[in-house]
């Protein structure tokens, strides 16, 4: 059983918002280094955000196509990661997921679709 389950993605307007969510369950804490990536039709998966380990400070790191629109944080008592995406473009289009960072590959989830209409 994948340990990381994605939900919020839904259909928005460009120039719309929409927040993301990453449970973990299990063993698995939230508080690891994690990262949010996203795949879009025809295209490899790309990390999008990711955030250090909370015993090393939380340290946040964007990928240049969602800086100052995108923020990722996690709520260690739900044990939860989050993704903020603000200022939407078409282009954001994908399907999201949550992973450790670096991903590991058997972590994958279904994720959760974004899609932004112009």
């Known amino acids: 059983q994948v340990p990381l389950v994605e939900s919020g993605g839904g259909l928005v307007q460009a120039g719309g918002s929409l927040r993301l969510s990453c449970a973990a369950s299990g063993s698995l804490s939230i508080m690891n280094p994690m990262g949010w990536y996203r795949q879009a039709p025809g295209k490899q998966r790309e990390l999008v955000a990711r955030?250090?380990?909370?015993?090393?400070?939380?340290?946040?790191a964007y990928a240049d196509s969602v800086k100052g629109r995108f923020t990722i944080s996690r709520d260690n008592a739900k044990n939860t990661l989050y993704l903020e995406m603000n200022s939407l473009k078409p282009e954001d289009t994908a399907v999201y997921y949550c992973?450790?960072?670096?991903?590991?590959?058997?972590?994958w989830g279904k994720g959760t679709l974004v899609t932004v209409s112009s």
């Open positions: 955030i250090t380990s909370g015993s090393s400070g939380g340290s946040t």
């Open positions: 992973n450790l960072y670096p991903f590991r590959v058997n972590y």
